[in-house]
């Protein structure tokens, strides 16, 4: 599985981003639990948002009310939306992706096999 995270960029604080994340030789993109995670300069990475095949999502506490997660089976690809971007949300965006993952494990970033490259986010104040 090969991810490909896309649409970051240079916010201004309150404004919104919309990141894809779009799998690559895949078979039953359907099947895989899709995460986000992110990381700032000199700090761990940490989750952001999940959503798993029964399209059940799941959010950290600090964008849960501003950031929205779907899927696009047909299109292999997963969206996060970011509304409402503070400067704390300026970190590198990373998709990550797994068949084989249980609910209480989504939240650890050990846990997914399959990760994209990084976009991006910048929000000024």
């Known amino acids: 599985v090969q991810l490909q995270a896309s649409g970051g960029g240079l916010v201004q604080a309150g404004g919104s981003l919309r990141l ?14 899709v995460s986000w995670f992110r990381q700032a300069p000199g700090q761990e990475r940490e989750f952001v948002s999940a959503i798993n ?21 047909a299109k292999s690809t997963v969206y996060l ?34 990760w994209g490259q990084g976009t991006q986010v910048t929000v000024s104040s």
């Open 53 to 73: 095949r029964g399209r059940s999502s799941f959010y950290s506490d600090s964008v849960k009310g501003r950031f929205t997660i779907s899927r696009d089976n």
């Open 81 to 114: 939306q970011m509304n409402s971007l503070k400067p704390e949300d300026t970190a590198v965006y990373y998709c990550a992706a797994d068949q084989q993952i249980i609910m209480s494990s989504y939240y650890t970033s050990s846990s997914y096999d399959y």
């Open 20 to 33: 894809s994340c779009t799998a690559s030789v895949v078979t039953s993109f359907s099947r895989y639990v």
